[in-house]
C-alpha cells in the first residue's frame, strides 16, 4: 500500500515544503483519507483515478478543499465522488458546507452521466469497503465527532488515528487485528501546551507516549502527522526523545510504501 500526505504548502518556487497545515492522505492513487488539500495537491491523473473520500470529522483542515475537488470534476464524471463518512458528519458537511450558501449542494446534482457527490455512510464498529480497502472506523477522543480507523488492502494493513486526545477504542481496534505494518498517529503540540492540547482533543508528544504503551503491536512504523506547522522543530525533537527507533515525523509530499 502507497501514502502520501499531500502537501498543502509551497514555497516561493512552488515547490512542496514538508509541514502540514491540512489533512488528506492519498492511498494508492485512489483512495483519501481527508480532503484537507485534495483539489490543490493531486495530479491530473490523480484526480482522474480518486473517487472515494473517507472523512474522519467536518474540521476545516480536513475537508477545506473538497467542495472545489468535486466543483473541478462537475462536467466531466461518470461515477460519483463517494463521501465515505459517519451519519453524523456526513449531516453536518451537508448542512454547514454543502448548504447552498457556503457551496451549492453537490449531493443533489447530477451531470449528464451521473449524480457528482454521495454520501456513504458508515457505522463506526463495523467492517465496510473503500474502493479496494476493507475499512473498520470507530470513534477516538476529539471535540467533534471523529473516527480513527484501520484499513487493509489484504495485505498491507494501516491504523490512522485522526485527531485525538488520549482514546481506548482505537487501540481495542489495532490490538485485534492480527498485524498492522503502520501506524499514523497525531502529536499536535509541544509538550509545554499539554493543557491546550487536553481542552481541543489533541495529542503531544508525551501523551503519545503514554498512548503508545496501549499498542500491542511492536513491529511496525510509526508515523506522527498533524504537527502544528508553527511548533515542527519542537515536535520533532520532543518525539525524538522518546526514543523509539521507528517513530518519525512524517513528511508531506512524500510517498511512503508498506
Ligand atoms: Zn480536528
Ligand atoms: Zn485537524
Known sequence: MKIKLLPSTFDAEGRATAEQR????LLDDRVTIDAGSIAIALTDAQRATVRDIIVTHPHMDHIATLPIFVDDL?????EPVRI???ADVCELIARDVFNGTVYPPFQKYSNEHTRVMEFVPFRPGEEFRV???TVTAV?????????????TDGRTTLAFSSDTSATDE?????????????????ASFPNSLSKLAEVSGHLTPAALGAELRKLEHKELDILAVHLKPSFREQLVRELADLGLPRLAAMEAGREYAW
Not at 462537475?74 to 461518470?78: A, D, K, M, Y
Not at 470513534?139 to 484499513?151: R, Y
Request: charged share 10%.
Open 22 to 25: 491540512l489533512s488528506c492522505f
Open 74 to 78: 462537475f462536467g466531466t464524471l461518470t
Open 84 to 86: 465515505h463518512a459517519t
Open 131 to 133: 474502493a479496494h480497502l
Open 139 to 151: 470513534h477516538v477522543n476529539h471535540i467533534v465527532p471523529t473516527v480513527g480507523m484501520l484499513l
Open 170 to 186: 482505537f487501540w481495542h481496534l489495532v490490538n485485534r487485528a492480527p498485524r498492522v505494518d503502520a501506524l499514523l498517529i497525531e
